[in-house]
């Protein structure tokens, strides 16, 4: 996306002057917004926040090694140039803070993901809750399931473990996959393990349906690899906000956990561990369907909405409006 930068450079320009413009936001993915941003500020001297919704310069990502140079060559332009670097995890945060340990504290934000009440207002709005599946207990994985840093091996491997205990809930489980993309890789796996009939694969549906879904489901489902442990899925903030039991398969050292254990959801445990994920389904399946109450605790779900999020990204423009800007 480098041709971005040649249109969007002038196009910006005439709407800071048209609009007097007081700072400059960008947001990674993708990568040239960035550049994009430095070239403003350098430009017009206007504040410029960098947006982080994933870090850049990884381990091993990209694998490609020229990208890999220009992602950590952007990476030095938004430290030497941006008034604030915005995260959504707090080990991105971290992890930036000691790539850049030169600059102060102060310049690193953390404004995380949320849900947004509007569109589940208008998702509740479309009819009484009903069980997906009657007579069976739904658990709903909702979105992408990539195969390295949302691996269902091990997932496949407990449901076939827990049949083979003949454990007493599993023979009514169905575990649904709303446009996971890799759906043969989730058949194939389901298959060689004779669960297959423990699986329903569903293609994409509209947003709104899509979360009426979830507020229909009798337990959520959650998997993020420890190779992701600096990241969060967006979708746990809808999950939360669903209110429905949630099955959390993720690394307990990660903030996909952290933000899990932090709303009360009780059954977390590593995506890539069989014995665990087969303990953790087993005892969430005892568990959630006389659950009484939701596991998530209500005020800390509300702090997680995008509008207490958008009170936090105002905060920050505030504060890099009213203060100078430095010479560089």
Known sequence: WMSWWWGAVPAALGLIRR??????????????????GHTLQRLTGLPWIAD????????????????????ADIERQVAARAARLV????????MYRERFAQLPPERFALIE??????????????????????????????????????????????????????????????VRFRAPV????????????????????QPAVPYARALFEMLCADGLLVMQGANCNEQVPAKLYEYLRAGQPILGLADPAGDTARVMLDAGVAHVAKLESAPDVAAALAAFLAEAPGAAAPPAVPDR???????????ALAAVLDDVVAAPVPAR
């Open 182 to 201: 890799h759906a043969e890789l989730l058949r194939g796996l389901a298959d060689a393990r004779g669960v297959a009939d423990l699986v329903d694969i």
């Open 52 to 71: 982080f919704r994933d870090p850049m310069a990884q381990d091993g990502y990209p694998e490609d090694p020229a990208t890999w140079r220009s992602f």
């Open 113 to 174: 993901n949320g849900y947004d009440e509007e569109s589940f207002t208008s998702a509740q709005s479309s009819g009484a809750r009903q069980p997906i599946t009657p007579g069976r207990f739904t658990l709903l994985h909702s979105g992408i399931v990539y195969p390295s840093e949302r691996d269902p091996t091990a997932l496949m491997d407990a449901l076939a473990a827990l049949r083979q205990a003949r454990n007493p809930h599993v023979e009514r489980l169905t």
């Open 19 to 36: 609009h007097r413009v007081q700072a400059i936001w960008s947001t990674y993915p993708i990568a040239t917004a960035h550049r994009i």
């Open 301 to 311: 779900v509300r702090e997680m909405s995008r509008a207490s999020r958008a009170r």
């Open 87 to 94: 995260f959504v995890t707090p080990s991105a945060q971290r």
